[in-house]
Structure formats: structure tokens, C-alpha cells
């Protein structure tokens, strides 16, 4: 299924449209000064309107929109898009040219459709795919930017990792007019966090109805989907919300080494418990190639190496059977606020003050984290006294010059939503940074040549709505996620809502670390990193901690390894 598109503004008199080159057609959309390819879906809302992608008219039932012709389009496009935001959901970029000739592009509150710019001089371009915005070659990469994603997973901005081109952040609109090209917030999850006075059953009802229909929804829009299943909490209600209106879902569990490797047992409960096939395929450490970049289609270098296994696993796949979708649970721990530490204490004692129910909230922390009680209430004092409890990014050190760190954290965050209001509660503001987390690269692979990857726990509505349950809700019981658990309690095995633990590919990535340290040293020694004062070489000489606290460092080994294939593919190709 192909994908993508690019969008050409102020065309200067006499080029090639860059979209001729990548599409080999003429435009899709030609309006005034701007010039629209898409492999996307295109709902043509009217002359001067279009929307690329999936566009849903909010339920439930939520209902796919393909044509956007009548009363209904014309409301849209004389409001500029904003009415999407409150009417409508999905994965889309809207695009309309004002009368006045002023270009609005809007993305939406998801980032399910991901949307890059382009700025020089009258010139803007913006695309789904950041190969249609920047070629490879010297003095392409911002190394600067490459240190603040390493340094911190709150580091990451508006910026990318290449000079020149930006993300349209999820929510935000562009405007580009006769004075220029602005960047306006039209959603924010601030907006959306005051509570609605619910019960946890009433939140449970809602938010299992609010799942059913976002993720059913998605479902239906796909012949065949590969859905991603370790028989965690996320990935398996993704599974139950889809089967019912999926014409065919086929789940796929990832085997590597070790017992934590190995979740068959429970995809294979969630899978018998729908009755739905359930594929099985082991990490190959043939599919690892150090020197080739993951994910050369991302403007970040923060896939892990170990993805290279996981695309080999969907390609030979793909040769045996129709995939159109790949949908995976992923989001699924920020969007549920999956929180450990007494910050749900502090939020609910702002919020309602000293109460009997305030001891409930502490000995669910302690059940969820197995601190004692006093150690909770010191904790909860000791997080209000810093920052009255807000969310604080980190910067890890860990491996890089301590100079760049020093300017990373001088210069701060610069994600807009990591900026909370004046009155915003301290467990909220972990919310949100959770959520910004999550959408990081969401593509699996480039839209144009693979079928498209679906987070359909990123879907608006179940956003907007978990974003406004109480963070001590979601610790009810002691268990973390808890509102959503209580959702599916009576659709999953005991064994999924009750599990408390997940496994994952850590012993793959040791695998891959101990079968190639030399060539992992060796890379880095001689690498772009080290050259432009990024990673400090006296890391990899540190004496190897074989316990399990040396994973860390060879984790972060690993990590920049990632980084280097990176930018050894940005700055040659």
C-alpha cells in the first residue's frame, strides 16, 4: 500500500516542481502557489480544501469520512480546519488556501501521519517522509541536536537531527501568508487534563467504549492486519478492540534469547482467548548490520539496532501472506499513565485536600512500588520540595562530552507541551511527558515502499480522555494502568490483566553487543560522533562489568552505535 506526499509552496518561476521528480506525475492539487502529491488517502473537502489520510467523524459510532462535499466540507474549510479538532479524528494532514491566498496546513492531535517542513527564504516544503526533504551529503546532520537526543528523551523538540527541517508537531497548525510562515498550537494536551468528576467504573466503561471505537474503527480500514503481540496489557487491547470488525488479524509474537524473551505463552492466551492466529519468529543475529542505519527514514537516530531483526521477521512475512497494516500497542504505557513513583499522591492532596481517601492513594503506591508507607509520604515530601513535584527532564551523562551536556541542560526543553500551566498537577505534568514520548517516530518504515504503521492507542478521543483521569485513578489497587486493566478485566485472560511484568529483547541486544563489541569500538573510535565532540571515547575503556549493572553501559554502546550508522548515512548516503 503506498503512501506519502509533499506539498510545494511559493514555487519559484521556472524549477521543476521537486514533487514531478518524486511522484513522476503532475500535481494531485494545484492551487494559487502551492502545488500537492499524495500516495495517501485524499478527501477532497472543495476547490481550495483536501485532507490526506484518515479522516473519522468522532462517535460513537466514529464513521470513515471519503468524501467531503456538501454543508458538512464547507463548515470545515470556512473554519480554517479548526472544527476537526472537536468534530472529527484519525491520522491526516488538512490542507486549504484561503481565498486571500494564505496556506493552512494543520496536523493532527495523534501524529499518526507524520509532517516535516522545509523553510528557505519564500520557499516552504512539507512532506511525510524526510528523504523527500533532505539529501544526504557534508554538513547535512546537526550534531548538536544528535547530543540532545542521547542526552535526554525530553530533549527532543521541533528540531530535527538534519540542518533546515523541522517537525509539525501533533496539533499545531502551519500558516503560510504574505508576511512570512508562522507555526500555531491549535491543540494541546493541557486542554484537555481537568477531570470529569467520574467514578473508576464510570472511567472504565467509558474508556473500553472509547477503545472499542478507535481501534475498531482503524480496523476496518485495512484488508489485513499484522498485529504486534507480546501479551502485554497494550499490544492485547489492541487485539480484543480490533477483532471484531477486522476482516483479517493476524497476531505476531518476537522470540529472542532468554526467558524474558519468550511472551508466546502469553500471545498465545490472548490469541486462543479471541480465536485469532498467533505467528512466532525468533530474532535472527544474521539480520544485524552495524554499519547500516535503522531507520535512515527517521530525522532522529533513536531506533535501537535490534529493530533491524524485527523488519527482517516482517519482510519474510510479508512474502508468505497480505499485510496492509502493521498495528502494534505501542504509546499504550504513556497514554495509561503508567506512573511508579508518589506522584498520585501529591495530585490528589492538591486536589482535594487531606482525606481518609488519601491513605488509600498511599498504600496503593506502596503495593505498586513495595515501598513501606513512611518511605512513600518522605518520597512525596521530598519530589513537592523540588519544583512543587512538576516533571523535571533529565540529562544522562552517561558516555558523552560532559561540555555538551553542560549546554544541553543550559539551553533546557523545547517541546512546547513540556511547558505546563501555572495550575497544572504534578503528576500530570509526568502525563504529558509520557505522551510526548510516545510519539517519536512512529514510522516503522517509509510510507512510500511499506504498508503504514497504526498506534491506534494514539487516536484523539482515547487521548483527550485518559489525559482527564485523575493520575491516582490509574493506580487504583495498587496496580499501574489500572483504570484501563479494569476496562478489559472481562475481555482478557486473568493472566494478561493480572501480570504486572513484561519481558522484552535485552538479552538480544547483550547478544548483539558481545558477538560484535570489537566492531562496536572500533566504529565509534572512528566515528562522526567522536569527531564532532559528541561521545567521549574514554567511555569504551572502562573496565566490562559482566554483573547486571554493566548492561547500562553496554546498552548505551548500542545506542550510539545507532546514532553513528545514523549519520555515517546522512553525511555520505
Same mark, same amino acid.
Given at each position: 500500500?503506498?503512501?506519502?506526499?509533499?506539498?510545494?509552496?511559493?514555487?519559484?518561476?521556472?524549477?521543476?516542481?521537486?514533487?514531478?521528480?518524486?511522484?513522476?506525475?503532475?500535481?494531485?492539487? /494545484? #492551487?494559487?502557489? #502551492?502545488?500537492?502529491?499524495?500516495?495517501?488517502?485524499?478527501?477532497?473537502?472543495?476547490?481550495?480544501?483536501?485532507?490526506?489520510?484518515?479522516?473519522?467523524?468522532?462517535?460513537?459510532?466514529?464513521?470513515?469520512?471519503?468524501?467531503?462535499?456538501?454543508? +458538512? @466540507?464547507?463548515?470545515?474549510?470556512?473554519? /480554517?480546519?479548526?472544527?476537526?479538532?472537536?468534530?472529527?479524528?484519525?491520522?491526516?494532514?488538512?490542507?486549504?488556501?484561503?481565498?486571500?491566498?494564505?496556506?493552512?496546513?494543520?496536523?493532527?492531535?495523534?501524529?499518526?501521519?507524520?509532517?516535516?517542513?522545509?523553510?528557505?527564504?519564500?520557499?516552504?516544503?512539507?512532506?511525510? +517522509?524526510?528523504?523527500?526533504?533532505?539529501?544526504? =551529503?557534508?554538513?547535512?546532520?546537526?550534531?548538536?541536536?544528535?547530543?540532545?537526543?542521547?542526552?535526554?528523551?525530553?530533549?527532543? @523538540?521541533?528540531?530535527?537531527?538534519? #540542518?533546515?527541517?523541522?517537525?509539525?508537531?501533533? =496539533?499545531?497548525?502551519?500558516?503560510?501568508?504574505?508576511? =512570512?510562515?508562522?507555526?500555531?498550537?491549535?491543540?494541546?494536551?493541557?486542554?484537555?487534563?481537568?477531570?470529569?468528576?467520574?467514578?473508576?467504573?464510570?472511567?472504565?466503561?467509558?474508556?473500553?467504549?472509547?477503545?472499542?471505537?478507535?481501534?475498531?474503527?482503524?480496523?476496518?480500514?485495512?484488508?489485513?492486519?499484522?498485529?504486534?503481540?507480546?501479551?502485554?496489557?497494550?499490544?492485547?487491547?489492541?487485539?480484543?478492540?480490533?477483532?471484531?470488525?477486522?476482516?483479517?488479524?493476524?497476531?505476531?509474537?518476537?522470540?529472542?534469547?532468554?526467558?524474558?524473551?519468550?511472551?508466546?505463552?502469553?500471545?498465545?492466551?490472548?490469541?486462543?482467548s479471541l480465536g485469532i492466529p498467533l505467528r512466532d519468529a525468533p530474532l535472527d543475529l544474521?539480520?544485524?548490520?552495524?554499519?547500516?542505519?535503522?531507520?535512515?527514514?527517521?530525522?532522529?537516530?533513536?531506533?535501537?539496532?535490534?529493530?533491524?531483526?524485527?523488519?527482517?521477521?516482517?519482510?519474510?512475512?510479508?512474502?508468505?501472506?497480505?499485510?496492509?497494516?502493521?498495528?502494534?500497542? /505501542?504509546?499504550?504505557? @504513556?497514554?495509561?499513565?503508567?506512573?511508579?513513583?508518589?506522584?498520585?499522591?501529591?495530585?490528589?492532596?492538591?486536589?482535594?485536600?487531606?482525606?481518609?481517601?488519601?491513605?488509600?492513594?498511599?498504600?496503593?503506591?506502596?503495593?505498586?512500588?513495595?515501598?513501606?508507607?513512611?518511605?512513600?509520604?518522605?518520597?512525596?515530601?521530598?519530589?513537592?520540595?523540588?519544583?512543587?513535584?512538576?516533571?523535571?527532564?533529565?540529562?544522562?551523562?552517561?558516555?558523552?562530552?560532559?561540555?555538551?551536556?553542560?549546554?544541553?541542560?543550559?539551553?533546557?526543553?523545547?517541546?512546547?507541551?513540556?511547558?505546563?500551566?501555572?495550575?497544572?498537577?504534578? =503528576?500530570?505534568?509526568?502525563? #504529558?511527558?509520557?505522551?510526548?514520548?510516545?510519539?517519536?517516530?512512529?514510522?516503522?518504515?517509509?510510507?512510500?515502499?511499506?504498508?503504514?504503521?497504526?498506534?491506534?492507542?494514539?487516536?484523539?478521543?482515547?487521548?483527550?480522555?485518559?489525559?482527564?483521569?485523575?493520575?491516582?485513578?490509574?493506580?487504583?489497587?495498587?496496580?499501574?494502568?489500572?483504570?484501563?486493566?479494569?476496562?478489559?478485566?472481562?475481555?482478557?485472560?486473568?493472566?494478561?490483566?493480572?501480570?504486572?511484568?513484561?519481558?522484552?529483547?535485552?538479552?538480544?541486544?547483550?547478544?548483539?553487543?558481545?558477538?560484535?563489541?570489537?566492531?562496536?569500538? +572500533?566504529?565509534?573510535?572512528?566515528?562522526?560522533?567522536?569527531?564532532?565532540?559528541?561521545?567521549?571515547?574514554?567511555?569504551?575503556?572502562?573496565?566490562?562489568?559482566?554483573?547486571?549493572?554493566?548492561?547500562?553501559?553496554?546498552?548505551?554502546?548500542?545506542?550510539?552505535?545507532?546514532?553513528?550508522?545514523?549519520?555515517?548515512?546522512?553525511?555520505?548516503?
Amino acid at each position: 500500500m503506498a503512501g506519502g506526499f509533499y506539498i510545494d509552496v511559493n514555487v519559484a518561476s521556472g524549477k521543476p516542481p521537486e514533487g514531478h521528480r518524486i511522484f513522476g506525475r503532475p500535481p494531485d492539487f /494545484n #492551487v494559487a502557489h #502551492v502545488m500537492l502529491w499524495s500516495d495517501e488517502p485524499m478527501i477532497a473537502i472543495d476547490a481550495r480544501t483536501v485532507v490526506l489520510g484518515y479522516l473519522f467523524r468522532k462517535g460513537p459510532p466514529s464513521v470513515r469520512v471519503r468524501e467531503g462535499a456538501g454543508t +458538512d @466540507g464547507s463548515a470545515l474549510a470556512a473554519a /480554517n480546519g479548526r472544527a476537526l479538532l472537536t468534530g472529527y479524528w484519525g491520522g491526516y494532514i488538512f490542507v486549504h488556501i484561503t481565498e486571500g491566498g494564505a496556506l493552512y496546513v494543520l496536523r493532527d492531535p495523534s501524529g499518526l501521519l507524520p509532517c516535516y517542513i522545509r523553510r528557505a527564504g519564500v520557499e516552504t516544503a512539507l512532506a511525510g +517522509d524526510i528523504t523527500d526533504l533532505a539529501v544526504p =551529503g557534508a554538513g547535512r546532520i546537526d550534531f548538536e541536536e544528535i547530543g540532545r537526543i542521547l542526552a535526554s528523551g525530553d530533549a527532543r @523538540g521541533r528540531k530535527t537531527c538534519l #540542518v533546515g527541517v523541522e517537525e509539525l508537531i501533533a =496539533g499545531e497548525c502551519l500558516i503560510v501568508d504574505r508576511l =512570512g510562515a508562522t507555526v500555531e498550537p491549535w491543540w494541546s494536551p493541557w486542554d484537555h487534563v481537568a477531570p470529569r468528576k467520574m467514578s473508576i467504573e464510570e472511567e472504565a466503561s467509558h474508556l473500553r467504549q472509547t477503545i472499542a471505537d478507535c481501534v475498531g474503527t482503524w480496523s476496518s480500514c485495512f484488508p489485513s492486519i499484522l498485529l504486534g503481540s507480546s501479551g502485554g496489557l497494550d499490544s492485547s487491547i489492541v487485539a480484543v478492540a480490533a477483532t471484531p470488525r477486522s476482516e483479517r488479524l493476524t497476531t505476531l509474537t518476537l522470540v529472542s534469547p532468554g526467558v524474558a524473551g519468550d511472551e508466546r505463552p502469553y500471545a498465545q492466551s490472548v490469541a486462543s482467548s479471541l480465536g485469532i492466529p498467533l505467528r512466532d519468529a525468533p530474532l535472527d543475529l544474521a539480520d544485524i548490520h552495524l554499519e547500516r542505519a535503522v531507520t535512515p527514514h527517521h530525522p532522529w537516530p533513536i531506533s535501537p539496532i535490534f529493530k533491524q531483526a524485527v523488519g527482517a521477521v516482517h519482510r519474510r512475512l510479508q512474502l508468505e501472506m497480505p499485510i496492509d497494516a502493521h498495528f502494534s500497542g /505501542n504509546g499504550g504505557d @504513556g497514554i495509561f499513565c503508567s506512573i511508579r513513583s508518589a506522584v498520585p499522591l501529591l495530585d490528589h492532596f492538591l486536589s482535594e485536600g487531606p482525606s481518609t481517601a488519601i491513605g488509600k492513594t498511599v498504600r496503593n503506591i506502596s503495593s505498586l512500588t513495595g515501598a513501606d508507607m513512611f518511605t512513600v509520604l518522605k518520597h512525596a515530601w521530598a519530589r513537592h520540595r523540588r519544583a512543587g513535584g512538576a516533571h523535571v527532564p533529565r540529562y544522562s551523562e552517561l558516555g558523552l562530552e560532559r561540555k555538551l551536556v553542560e549546554r544541553i541542560e543550559a539551553q533546557g526543553f523545547s517541546h512546547p507541551w513540556l511547558l505546563p500551566p501555572a495550575d497544572a498537577l504534578p =503528576g500530570k505534568t509526568v502525563h #504529558v511527558a509520557f505522551l510526548m514520548r510516545a510519539q517519536k517516530s512512529i514510522e516503522l518504515y517509509p510510507r512510500r515502499s511499506a504498508p503504514p504503521h497504526i498506534a491506534p492507542l494514539l487516536s484523539q478521543p482515547i487521548v483527550e480522555l485518559c489525559l482527564s483521569i485523575p493520575t491516582w485513578h490509574w493506580i487504583a489497587d495498587g496496580r499501574d494502568r489500572a483504570v484501563a486493566r479494569s476496562a478489559f478485566s472481562n475481555r482478557l485472560p486473568k493472566k494478561i490483566i493480572d501480570r504486572s511484568q513484561k519481558g522484552g529483547p535485552a538479552e538480544f541486544n547483550l547478544s548483539i553487543y558481545s558477538t560484535q563489541r570489537d566492531r562496536l569500538h +572500533d566504529m565509534l573510535r572512528g566515528g562522526a560522533l567522536a569527531a564532532a565532540g559528541i561521545i567521549d571515547l574514554s567511555f569504551l575503556d572502562v573496565r566490562e562489568d559482566i554483573s547486571w549493572r554493566g548492561n547500562a553501559r553496554e546498552q548505551r554502546i548500542l545506542s550510539f552505535a545507532a546514532a553513528e550508522s545514523w549519520a555515517r548515512r546522512w553525511n555520505s548516503g
